[in-house]
């Protein structure tokens, strides 16, 4: 072992879990087994190729070399963290506080170097995307979550009040991280009477001290109902221009631009016109990642720009929403047909199979050749990567794994 690595360094596994079983899945294939692989965490056509969306890359092919290698401004560039913010609230005529990430990731990192202190607690869901605790560790914080809704079942308002309280009693400050609408990894949002609910709990916590909602918004140009998506937006947006909780959104290209490896995103507070906010966000980018690629903020303004590629992108989105929510039928139909539960998928490139022992589960069922990531809650299922023809042979497979 490395003497220089310091000791508290040296105990982490070789690659991230779910990549690893990522690979794992895919050299059994390549050996030339029959292999299911629900691990996958990017969108595949039903021949397990990459979805590259047309007409994003329409559009990066005709930019121009001072669009590509310049530096962007630190923060990002002021036209290209408003148009993104935009995206999702039209009615907005400015980004607020703001500033380009690498990834929603790099957005979900500056919120915890500036909203909450070293040793304390980011609040979020059961279940979560994992990368949140990793996040929060290499921060030097911790994570406690409240409970997401099962399906049918509405959100446990006591559960949430009582975690809201109790963090805000023990640190003097509640951070957020909210994955809706199209949650992941369960793929599905909260109703309006439950999101009405949970407002309501963080108006009232917020009279108690400073609470900030970071919406994590991955997925929401993949879902089976975008009139509930836009009706989100617009709760979301009522909450935020009252100023009694501090609300933002961590933006992504990577999923709705299918620039995974352009790594570029925003951290954003369209509410708060705030200097030290900004000024803030500004100084964690320069001690951070110094600037983000210019590349994807050159494209998202040309796509601002040009009609015709917003209507082919929004054609794109509908029709790869309709792949998912094919697959995420067939899937609830394989369920039921085995006499399991139903799903209910409403967007997103996820969903989780509630097991008693998902680490087990998901060993027996790599031994049958299905994989799956394992999660505290349950089996995260990457509709995003596995075909509606495969559905029987994942439901058949837990099905017997669960009887075994």
Not at 59 to 70: D, G, H, M, S, V
Not at 266 to 289: E, I, M
């Amino acid at each position: 072992m490395t003497r220089q690595l310091i000791p508290s360094r040296r105990a982490f596994p070789a690659d991230d879990p779910i990549f690893a079983l990522n690979a794992e899945a895919q050299a059994r294939r390549a050996a030339g087994e029959s292999i299911l692989n629900a691990t996958v965490g990017a969108l595949l056509d039903d021949s397990g190729q990459l979805v590259v969306l047309d007409a994003v890359m329409d559009l990066w092919r005709e930019l121009t070399a001072l669009e590509i290698a310049p530096y962007a401004p630190i923060a990002g560039d002021p036209s290209f963290l408003k148009a993104l913010v935009r995206r999702h609230w039209p009615m907005l005529s400015i980004a607020g506080a703001a500033c380009a990430t690498p990834g929603g990731s790099g957005a979900l990192a500056l919120s915890l170097k500036n909203l909450l202190e070293p040793g304390q607690r980011v609040l979020t869901t059961a279940p979560f995307w994992g990368p949140y605790a990793t996040l929060a560790a290499e921060n030097g914080m911790g994570l406690v979550t409240a409970p997401w809704p099962g399906v049918g079942e509405p959100l446990d308002a006591g559960a949430w009040e009582a975690t809201l309280r109790s963090l805000m009693k023990d640190q003097g400050r509640v951070l957020l991280w909210l994955n809706d609408p199209c949650h992941n990894p369960t793929g599905r949002s909260l109703s309006p009477a439950d999101r009405a609910t949970l407002v309501g709990l963080l108006r009232e916590v917020s009279a108690l001290g400073p609470l900030t909602l970071l919406l994590d918004f991955a997925y929401l140009d993949y879902t089976r109902v975008p009139e509930a998506v836009a009706a989100a937006l617009s709760d979301y947006a009522a909450l935020g221009a009252e100023g009694r909780v501090l609300v933002g959104a961590s933006l992504s290209l990577s999923k709705s631009m299918t620039l995974y490896g352009g790594r570029c995103g925003a951290l954003a507070f369209p509410w708060s016109v705030d200097p030290a906010l900004q000024a803030a966000l500004t100084q964690s980018c320069r001690g951070t990642w110094s600037n983000c690629a210019k590349a994807p903020q050159a494209l998202l303004l040309r796509l601002e720009k040009d009609g015709k590629a917003q209507a082919r992108l929004a054609a794109e989105h509908r029709h790869w929403s309709e792949v998912l929510a094919a697959r995420a039928s067939a899937l609830d139909e394989a369920l039921t047909a085995e006499g399991m539960e139903a799903l209910q998928w409403t967007g997103g490139f996820f969903v989780c199979v509630s097991v008693s022992d998902p680490e087990a589960v998901c060993v027996q069922m790599k031994q049958r050749g299905v994989y799956t990531v394992p999660l505290p809650d349950g089996l995260r299922v990457g509709l995003c990567g596995m075909r509606a023809a495969e559905a029987p042979r994942f439901a058949q497979t837990l099905r017997r794994v669960l009887t075994a």
